[in-house]
């Protein structure tokens, strides 16, 4: 587990270009360049397939011009299939990584696990599913991450993110964010 790395998200290296990013994605399947919702930060297509999976979208985040987070969201079919297809997801990335111990179901009242109303629990807020897995930096730096999580829309997130590139983004915006004051 320690020795294993994480450097990229479908062949696109941490650290690529807006520009190479983007021709890499487009060569796959079905990839559709989302050219209205995408920004000078974000970069947003449709029409891929994701681990078998058709996705809602997929978006590359970047911070001065280098590829630091990408983000897979898949919505199932019925809201009741949302936590059957987190487990199947969380599953195939333990068989192709490692069993994470990272793996969290936490329930507020008045829910509780095994209820029957885990959907209307996860919509309202008072649910939360989430796992993850931690890669020690291939430069030493932050570790880097993969985690998957269902939102109150009840679609599944599945994120990659470089740690050192993903702090630069954050130390950014918030260095944006003072200058309002």
Do not use: C, H
């Amino acid at each position: 587990m320690s020795n294993l790395k994480l450097t990229s998200f479908l062949g696109i290296e941490f650290g690529t270009s807006k520009e190479i990013s983007k021709e890499k994605l487009l060569l796959r399947e079905g990839a559709i360049f989302d050219e209205e919702n995408s920004s000078e930060d974000v970069l947003f297509f449709d029409g891929l397939k994701f681990g078998g999976r058709q996705t809602t979208y997929v978006f590359l985040l970047f911070v001065d011009n280098k590829f630091a987070k990408s983000s897979v969201v898949i919505t199932p079919k019925l809201d009741a299939f949302a936590m059957d297809l987190y487990k199947e997801i969380k599953n195939e990335i333990n068989s192709k990584y490692y069993q994470t111990k990272d793996d969290f179901e936490i329930f507020e009242e008045p829910y509780y696990e095994n209820d029957g109303y885990t959907e209307t629990g996860i919509r309202v807020g008072k649910i939360s599913v989430s796992s993850y897995w931690k890669f020690a930096d291939q430069y030493g730096g932050q570790d880097d991450f993969i985690s998957v999580r269902i939102t109150e829309d009840m679609q599944i997130i599945i994120n990659y993110e470089d740690g050192d590139l993903s702090d630069e983004m954050v130390d950014k915006k918030n260095r944006e964010n003072s200058d309002d004051y």
